[in-house]
Nanobody
Framework: QVQLVESGGGLVQPGGSLRLSCAASGTIFSINAMGWYRQAPGKERELVAAITSGGSANYADSVKGRFTIARDDAKNTVYLQMNSLKPEDTAVYYC???????????????WGQGTQVTVSS
């Protein structure tokens, strides 16, 4: 069993910062790409940022220059540092990871339970 557990969401004023964390646990052989998605009310889930096992990152245009994704493979954890937050960043943020539970299996896509980020004065 593999689990992704997110933390770090909350309420912040416009211009503020938050740092999200997502830790993978369970039977893990290797982790490939990891990423963060978000879903605002009435909207589809969208990719915010992703990072490969080699450390290459890509971002949605709306967050470039404000958000930074990083990973710590020793801790099976991915982070999302969010600066200069705007009200339009308000959403539930979901962690995603492509994980091989053992060498006998291909990668499977796993999701966290989501953490609420609210940007409001």
């Amino acid at each position: 069993q593999v689990q992704l557990v997110e933390s770090g969401g909350g309420l912040v004023q416009p211009g503020g910062s938050l740092r999200l964390s997502c830790a993978a646990s369970g039977t893990i052989f290797s982790i490939n790409a990891m990423g963060w998605y978000r879903q605002a009310p009435g909207k589809e889930r969208e990719l915010v940022a992703a990072i490969t096992s080699g450390g290459s990152a890509n971002y949605a245009d709306s967050v470039k220059g404000r958000f930074t994704i990083a990973r710590d493979d020793a801790k099976n954890t991915v982070y999302l540092q969010m600066n200069s937050l705007k009200p339009e960043d308000t959403a539930v943020y979901y962690c995603n990871a492509a994980i091989r539970p053992s060498s006998a299996y291909l990668s499977y896509n796993y999701w966290g339970q989501g953490t609420q980020v609210t940007v409001s004065s």
